[in-house]
C-alpha cells in the first residue's frame, strides 16, 4: 500500500535509462566522424572518377546533419501521430540501418573497396538516415522524459539525456581509439585549390581501407540494444491522454506517482490536452520564439566546432597526440555535465545558463587571445577546456530541459520540432562554417566571434527566459498566458 502511495522510483529510473540509450546513440553518431574522417577522406581521395576535394569533405561529414534536420521537422508530427515511443523505435531501426551501410556502403551491390563518385552517394545517404535518427532522438528523447518525469526532479532526469550525449562521445572517443590501436591515422596534406594528398599511405593503408568501417560498424551494438530495449518501456501519460486512454495513462502515472496523485495529475493534464486544435501561435509568439533562440544560441556559441574538429584543433596548438587530449577533453566534458544534473534543481534553469555563457565568453576570448603563440600553449588549452567545460554545466543539458518543458501541453510536440530543426540548421551552419573561417580569418577571429555571441546569449536568458523550477508542465500554459496580457 505504501508503495502504491508514494510510486516507485526503480520503475520510473529504469524507463529512463531506457530512454537516454536515444541520447548516448545521439551522441555516438555525431561523434564518431571525429576519428574516422581522415580514414575516409583518404579512401576517397583513390576515386578516379573524380577529385575528393575539401568541398566533398566538408559534405561528407557534416552529411549527417542534413538527417537531423529532417529528422527533427518530422519529430513533431511523427511524435503526435504515432506517440513518443513508436517514434524512438524508428529511430533505432535509423540509427542501426546507418551503422551498418556506413560500415559497408557497397551494400553488397557496389564493388568492394573500389571509391567513386557512386559510392560517395550512397554513403551519404546512409549518413543522412542514421541523421534522421539523431534529429528525431534528440526531439523526442527529452520530450519523452519530461512527459514521464515527477515536477521536483523533471529537470535532473532530463539532464541525464546531455550526459548521455556526452558519455555517448567519450565512449566513441575511446572505440575509435582501440580500433585504430597500433595503425597509423593518414596525414593529409593540402595542394591548394581544395586538392590534397596522403604523405603516408602505405603506413596508413589499413586505416584507409578498414579502420573507418570498423568505427561506424561499431554504433549497431548500442543501436541494436536501444531499438529492442525501447519496445518494453510505457507510452508517455501525456500522449496518452491526448488520445483518449485516460485508464492507461492513470496506471503509468500511479506507478510514478502514486495513486493518489496520479488521479490530481490525470485531472491536470486533461485540464490542458481537451483543445487539441490550438496553433501554434495561441500562447504568442515570444513562446516559440524563446525556444528557437535557445536552440540557435546552444549552437551559434560554437561548441560543435570543438566537439566535432577537437583532433585538428589539438594538432594545429602544436600538440604531439591531439586523440589522447579528445579523450581528456571528452572526461571533462562528462564531469561538468554532473554539475548541471547535481543543481539544476537547487539553482534553476536561468542561472546555470546565464553563468555557463559567460564562463564560455571567458574560455573562447581566452582561446582568441592565445592560439597560435607557443609561449602560451598551455594557457591556449586550459581556455578550450574552459570553454568546453561551461558549456557542458550549461547550454549543453540545460536547453534540452526547457525545450522539453517550456511549451504548454497542446502546442508542445510542434514547437520542440520547430526548436529542434532550428538547433540542427545552426549546428549545420557552424560546423560547415568553422575551418574555411579559421583557415581565412584565423582562429583568433573566430573565438572571439563565439565569445562575443556567448555574451549575447547570456543577455537573452536574463532578459526573455521564464524560470520553469518546480513549475508542472501544465503550468506552462498559465505562464504563457499571463506573458501574452502584460
Not at 137 to 147: H, K, L
Not at 215 to 239: K, Q
Not at 377 to 396: D, E, K, P, R
Request: hydrophobic share 50%; proline share 3%; aromatic share 12%.
Amino acid at each position: 500500500m505504501k508503495n502504491q502511495e508514494k510510486g516507485s522510483k526503480a520503475y520510473l529510473i529504469s524507463i529512463v535509462l531506457v530512454a537516454v540509450l536515444g541520447g548516448l546513440l545521439f551522441g555516438y553518431d555525431t561523434a564518431v566522424i571525429s576519428g574516422a574522417e581522415k580514414g575516409l577522406q583518404a579512401f576517397f581521395m583513390g576515386a578516379e572518377d573524380f577529385k575528393y576535394t575539401d568541398f566533398w569533405h566538408g559534405f561528407t561529414s557534416s552529411s549527417a546533419l542534413i538527417g537531423c534536420i529532417i529528422g527533427s521537422a518530422m519529430s513533431g508530427m511523427l511524435a503526435s501521430k504515432w506517440g513518443r515511443k513508436r517514434s524512438l523505435i524508428f529511430a533505432g531501426v535509423m540509427f542501426f540501418i546507418s551503422a551498418w551501410g556506413s560500415m559497408s556502403p557497397e551494400s553488397m551491390i557496389l564493388p568492394k573497396g573500389e571509391a567513386n563518385m557512386s559510392l560517395l552517394m550512397v554513403f551519404n545517404i546512409y549518413r543522412v538516415i542514421g541523421g534522421i535518427g539523431v534529429g528525431l532522438a534528440s526531439a523526442v528523447c527529452p520530450m519523452y522524459i519530461g512527459e514521464i518525469a515527477p515536477s521536483n526532479i523533471r529537470g535532473m532526469l532530463v539532464s541525464w539525456n546531455q550526459f548521455a550525449i556526452i558519455f555517448g562521445q567519450l565512449v566513441v572517443y575511446f572505440v575509435n581509439f582501440f580500433i585504430l590501436g597500433d595503425h597509423v591515422a593518414p596525414a593529409i596534406q593540402s595542394l591548394g585549390e581544395g586538392v590534397n594528398t596522403i604523405l603516408n599511405g602505405e603506413e596508413a593503408a589499413w586505416s584507409i581501407e578498414t579502420g573507418w568501417r570498423y568505427m561506424f560498424g561499431s554504433e549497431m551494438v548500442p543501436a541494436g540494444l536501444f531499438a529492442f530495449l525501447i519496445c518494453f518501456v510505457p507510452e508517455t501519460p501525456r500522449y496518452l491522454a491526448s488520445i483518449g486512454k485516460d485508464a492507461e495513462a492513470e496506471g503509468i502515472l500511479a506507478k510514478i506517482n502514486g495513486v493518489t496523485k496520479a488521479k490530481t495529475i490525470l485531472k491536470e493534464i486533461k485540464e490542458t490536452v481537451t483543445v487539441k486544435t490550438e496553433k501554434l501561435m495561441t500562447y504568442g509568439m515570444l513562446c516559440v520564439f524563446v525556444g528557437i533562440m535557445l536552440s540557435v544560441f546552444q549552437q551559434a556559441v560554437g561548441i560543435n566546432a570543438v566537439l566535432y574538429f577537437a583532433p585538428r584543433i589539438y594538432e594545429s596548438m602544436g600538440f604531439d597526440n591531439p586523440m589522447v587530449l579528445t579523450v581528456f577533453n571528452g572526461v571533462v566534458n562528462l564531469a561538468f555535465t554532473c554539475v548541471a544534473i547535481f543543481t539544476v534543481e537547487k539553482l534553476g534553469r536561468k542561472p546555470l545558463l546565464i553563468v555557463g555563457s559567460l564562463g564560455m565568453a571567458i574560455g573562447a576570448i581566452g582561446v582568441a587571445c592565445t592560439f597560435g603563440n607557443e609561449n602560451m600553449q598551455l594557457m591556449c588549452m586550459i581556455s578550450i577546456m574552459i570553454y568546453s567545460a561551461s558549456f557542458m554545466f550549461s547550454w549543453g543539458p540545460i536547453c534540452w530541459v526547457l525545450i522539453a518543458e517550456i511549451f504548454p501541453n497542446t502546442i508542445r510536440g510542434a514547437a520542440v520540432a520547430i526548436a529542434v530543426a532550428f538547433q540542427w540548421i545552426f549546428n549545420w551552419i557552424v560546423s560547415t562554417s568553422f575551418v574555411p573561417m579559421a583557415n581565412g580569418l584565423g582562429y583568433w577571429f573566430v573565438y572571439g566571434m563565439y565569445g562575443v555571441i556567448c555574451v549575447i546569449a547570456a543577455i537573452f536568458v536574463w532578459k526573455l527566459v521564464p524560470e520553469t523550477k518546480g513549475k508542472t508542465l501544465e503550468d506552462m500554459t498559465s505562464l504563457w498566458r499571463g506573458r501574452m496580457k502584460k
